[in-house]
């Protein structure tokens, strides 16, 4: 299985990850269909995997919708989903299996 670790968008919060699905700000987070597309683009023009066993480990940053679209993305093409959440108390990530 080929796992990949990534971030939601860089420059939110430090994440220990050097792949982002966004490497900018996103300028209207209420275009949830412009999102979609640019997370499409982002797994299907980047990352070439269809027919693979894929795991994507995904560090979440709080931004639901981009986090959500990830998830429709990775339904679509078949992959397994954990995202990480941060735990202010312990200072360590949290692993959340999705799919």
Do not use: W
Not at 58 to 67: A, I, K, R
Request: aromatic content about 10%; proline content about 1%.
């Amino acid at each position: 299985m080929l796992k990949i670790s990534l971030g939601t968008i860089k420059g939110r919060h430090q994440l220990p990850v050097t792949d982002y699905v966004f490497n900018n700000e996103i300028q209207d987070v209420t275009d949830v269909e412009k999102i979609q597309q640019d997370v499409d683009y982002y797994f299907n023009e980047l990352y070439s995997l269809n027919g693979k066993d894929v795991q994507i480990i995904l560090y979440v940053t709080g931004l639901t919708v981009v986090t959500l679209a990830i998830v429709k993305t990775c339904v679509r093409l078949g992959y397994k989903l954990v995202c990480m959440h941060f735990d202010r108390d312990t200072n360590c990530y949290l692993g959340q299996i999705i799919l």
